[in-house]
């Protein structure tokens, strides 16, 4: 199953019309290039739903969120809600500020997302108006354990149900559910967390995966985050002693070119309720 939604990403290469951060914006578009699918930038609120409309799919990243491409982002997102159009929401930092926390949860109520992607402290900002997010990273009261990791299950299904989006939480435990399913991954490396934009390039590759695979959004989006997380340990696999993070970086890149279905099949690390 994972083998066949990796393959259909390139054998269709979709584009993939990108609203993200200009700290990650390079990556994004060389991840979805390493992924197979092909990367469009644009955030001017003068082509952004136009861009859109040639587009497989939508990903609105808010990271470096300012009042000019908010515009973009819910003109595009009308757009592509009215192509039927996969749309991935990663509310970057949401609950470190009001302007991105109301920012998040007005995109929600005008535009319909196919998935929304980030780690546990930023789905609760969006759910609950809380703030507990420490810049761009979950606080470590938030982070899922086995030991909690039932009631994030819950809260998981329970906001996919309430958005009718596909829900991943990333996280040294990742899950992605549905308001009936939700994968247990348990792939990734902790380096990770030390490269800026991990979280942005699978918000990127989440939305080619959801193109190529649009009838099976949970498994489209549970894939995507295996195959990042197993592109992360395999890139960690390659590190010599004299590597640090930036090559770490574009080894998690190349790792994403060389990915076959075989490899992420056999890698992946997950259960299903």
Do not use: W
């Amino acid at each position: 199953m994972l083998k066949h939604i990796l393959e259909n990403v390139r054998t269709k290469a979709p584009i993939i019309h990108n609203i993200t951060n200009y700290v990650t914006v390079n990556d994004c578009a060389n991840i979805l290039l390493a992924c197979g699918a092909s990367p469009v930038m644009s955030d001017d609120i003068a082509e952004a739903a136009e861009i859109t409309s040639i587009c497989q799919a939508l990903n609105i990243n808010i990271g470096t969120l300012n009042t000019e491409t908010r515009k973009a982002m819910f003109a595009a997102g009308k757009k592509a809600n009215s192509c039927s159009l996969p749309v991935v929401l990663d509310p970057v930092a949401a609950g470190a500020s009001k302007m991105r926390t109301e920012t998040a949860r007005a995109l929600l109520q005008r535009v319909k997302f196919t998935a929304v992607k980030g780690n546990i402290s930023e789905m609760k900002a969006i759910a609950m108006g809380t703030n507990t997010t420490k810049g761009v990273d979950a606080d470590l009261a938030d982070a899922i354990t086995d030991n909690n990791l039932d009631k994030a299950i819950v809260f998981a299904k329970d906001l996919a149900s309430k958005t009718g989006a596909v829900i991943a939480i990333t996280g040294a435990i990742d899950l992605a559910a549905d308001a009936e399913r939700v994968y247990i991954m348990r792939n990734g490396h902790p380096m990770m967390s030390r490269v800026t934009g991990t979280g942005c390039m699978l918000s990127a590759i989440t939305a080619a995966y959801l193109a190529a695979n649009p009838e099976r959004p949970l498994d489209a989006v549970a894939a995507a985050v295996m195959a990042m997380g197993l592109c992360g340990e395999r890139a960690h696999a390659r590190l010599s002693k004299c590597d640090g993070n930036a090559t770490y970086r574009n080894y998690m890149i190349d790792e994403m070119y060389h990915l076959d279905g075989d490899t992420l099949e056999s890698g992946a690390k997950y259960e299903i309720r």
